[in-house]
């Protein structure tokens, strides 16, 4: 196969857009020992992606020594982290203590708020003076709320005018 057809191909294969025969051309072409001076570098990629492989030694009495090595670190762990039992009876009993003293602020803070909490007393010791300042109050919150709907319907109108222009500008366009 000529140099430039498998140029060709090679720049294929690195736009990703090669078929598995034309790398099977490629691998071929590679596995031999007749390549341009120019093409040396790609043949050292393709053997080495797609050589033969050979599996790497394995130590002799290998699995000897992890084992020797693993059971090392076993026993000065064991050293290591040796749990007293005095120190985990104190943890368990401070952490009842911590959370009883918890519990009894939680509860002593809830019955303190109960006391403080004031009953709402009467503003008023005349009916028909309430029943007047009650009236009032209703008849702003009323001129308030329609104040706002008048508003809200002057906005629609306005966003209904620029509806219909923007409307205009696109059939004229």
Known sequence: MKVEEIEKLLTAFYEGSTTENQEEILKAYFGTEHIPERLQEEQAFFRSF??????????????????????AKEE?????????????NWRWISSIAASMAL????????????????????TFSNPQEAY??????????????NSGINQVSETRNDINK????????????
Do not use: C, W
């Open 162 to 173: 620029v509806n219909k222009e923007i409307k205009k500008q696109i059939q004229q366009q």
């Open 132 to 145: 007047k300042v009650l009236q009032a109050t209703l008849i702003e919150v009323s001129m308030d709320l």
């Open 103 to 122: 519990l009894l602020g939680v509860g002593y803070g809830v019955y303190n708020y109960q006391d403080r909490i004031e009953e709402p007393k009467d």
């Open 50 to 71: 797609y050589g033969e492989r050979t599996p790497p030694e394995v130590p002799s009495q290998l699995e000897e020594r992890l084992i020797r090595i693993i059971d």
């Open 76 to 88: 000065e762990e064991a050293r290591f982290f040796h749990h007293n039992k005095a120190k985990r």
